[in-house]
T-cell receptor, first 110, second 114 residues
Framework: AQRVTQPEKLLSVFKGAPVELKCNYS??????LFWYVQYSRQRLQLLLR??SRESIKGFTADLNKGETSFHLKKPFAQEEDSAMYYC????????????FGTGTLLAVQP | EAQVTQNPRYLITVTGKKLTVTCSQN?????MSWYRQDPGLGLRQIYY???????DKGDVPEGYKVSRKEKRNFPLILESPSPNQTSLYFC?????????????FGEGSRLTVL
């Protein structure tokens, strides 16, 4: 069955430290993967998607099919990065389903 | 402003009292979906709709109904709410089936069932 796993409920780092939010997926087909972010008192929004191979707010994520991972990375964390991060997998062709991981709360300390 | 609007944002109700959470989008999106967010469980899909008059069950549909009579609206109906439906609910929409389609979320509706 399709699954998205985010092993860390909470990740606490100091400002300026590197950040890696882990995401592993289980899917036998060709995955589409996303990172969504929810800042305090704001709605959930797309951060980045793997097919775009983009860097948003200094964050990058590389799809590693061999390790079935899509970890989110940033070399130097900022306090404004503190938020809830969700990894999501889209699959199913015509049914077009999107499933989310359980989320990781990133807390960047000053 | 392009957005997804949910109402009510907060609601406290009692077991068995029917309620509806409305969702409306002004982006002419074909796809709409409802999720519930619970601590430790993340976001789980309740129902989704690929287009008008086309709805399908997500992962946790029990106790919920939906309808899609118009493209812009996708209400979530709890016919007989129970305490285990206490949760934070999100409506979302997307343009279509194209690869890379971004989901746009509403602000959420926090429901408490006593």
């Amino acid at each position: 069955a399709q699954r998205v796993t985010q092993p860390e409920k909470l990740l606490s780092v100091f400002k300026g430290a590197p950040v890696e939010l882990k995401c592993n997926y289980s899917y036998s087909g060709s995955p589409e993967l996303f990172w969504y972010v929810q800042y305090s008192r704001q709605r959930l929004q797309l951060l980045l998607r793997h097919i775009s191979r983009e860097s948003i707010k200094g964050f990058t994520a590389d799809l590693n099919k061999g390790e079935t991972s899509f970890h989110l990375k940033k070399p130097f964390a900022q306090e404004e990065d503190s938020a809830m991060y969700y990894c999501a997998l889209r699959y199913g062709g015509a049914t077009n389903k999107l499933i989310f991981g359980t989320g990781t709360l990133l807390a960047v300390q000053p | 402003e392009a957005q997804v609007t949910q109402n009510p944002r907060y609601l406290i109700t009692v077991t068995g009292k029917k309620l509806t959470v409305t969702c409306s989008q002004n982006m002419n999106h074909e796809y709409m979906s409802w999720y519930r967010q619970d601590p430790g469980l993340g976001l789980r899909q309740i129902y989704y709709s690929m287009n008008v008059e086309v709805t399908d069950k997500g992962d946790v549909p029990e106790g919920y109904k939906v309808s899609r009579k118009e493209k812009r609206n996708f209400p979530l109906i709890l016919e007989s709410p129970s305490p285990n439906q206490t949760s934070l609910y999100f409506c979302a929409s997307r343009l279509g089936q194209g690869a890379g389609g971004e989901l746009f979320f509403g602000e959420g509706s926090r429901l408490t069932v006593l």
